[in-house]
């Protein structure tokens, strides 16, 4: 019966489940162009009950801004439109990330009225954004994540408004920004402790014994 007793408890102890620890934190600033730093905790081991085995970094980034847009020339432009275009970058150590961003509206205006912001050569074209996400991640030289310390991601964000369809135009923006998110996952396997160690040793004993 003691037997037996040691083999299940054996097996108990050394049963091993991998895990991932992860962190995220937002970030937004007024383009353009601009930066942001956020400060993450590195890899905690456990008291080196953990071992580091993938480092990715996850992240999203929205670009935009309200738009106004005015047709200044004598001809009117049926083709009037407002282009966004832009980028941003993220860098996490040895990670890193790039995504661009754009998009158009358009709406046909008359020719200019000579009366500013206003009447049918101006248009409103409201908040006028894009977003995407990217990723990167590495499972080598991974010494340089581990704790203690913290490790910055960061951002760098640049992007502009230009008007097309026109000679001649008077282009505004208001809460032109950037925005977004940085998760950083830690993927680890579990280390066996060493009384798990040694009690895996007794149960293949136990086990042997009981075969013979």
């Known amino acids: 019966m003691k037997i037996v007793c040691l083999a299940v408890i054996a097996g108990v102890a050394t049963a091993s489940v991998a895990g991932v620890d992860t962190q995220t934190q937002n970030w937004g600033f007024p383009l353009s ?23 990715e970094m996850l992240f999203s980034a929205t670009m935009g801004a309200n738009v106004t847009a005015e047709n200044d020339s004598a001809l009117p432009a049926p083709d009037f439109a407002v282009n966004l ?74 992007g502009g408004f230009s008007v097309s369809g026109t000679t001649d135009s008077t282009l505004k923006l208001s809460d032109f920004m950037g925005s977004g998110d940085v998760t950083i996952n830690y993927y680890w396997d579990p280390i066996p402790a060493p009384a798990s160690l040694g009690l895996a040793a007794l149960g293949m004993i136990a086990a042997g014994r009981r075969r013979r």
């Open 33 to 55: 162009p601009n930066t942001a730093t956020l400060v993450f905790n590195k890899f905690d081991d456990g008291a080196g009950t953990k071992v580091l085995t993938k480092v």
């Open 85 to 158: 275009t832009g980028f941003v970058t993220v860098s996490f150590s040895t990670l890193s990330g790039f995504v661009g961003l754009s998009q158009s509206a358009a709406a046909g205006v008359a020719a200019t009225d000579g009366v500013a912001d206003s009447g049918p050569d101006f248009h409103d074209f409201g908040m006028l954004s894009d977003s995407d996400s990217g990723m990167d991640d590495t499972t080598s030289g991974l010494a340089g994540y581990y704790a203690p310390g913290t490790i910055n991601a960061d951002i760098f964000g640049s």
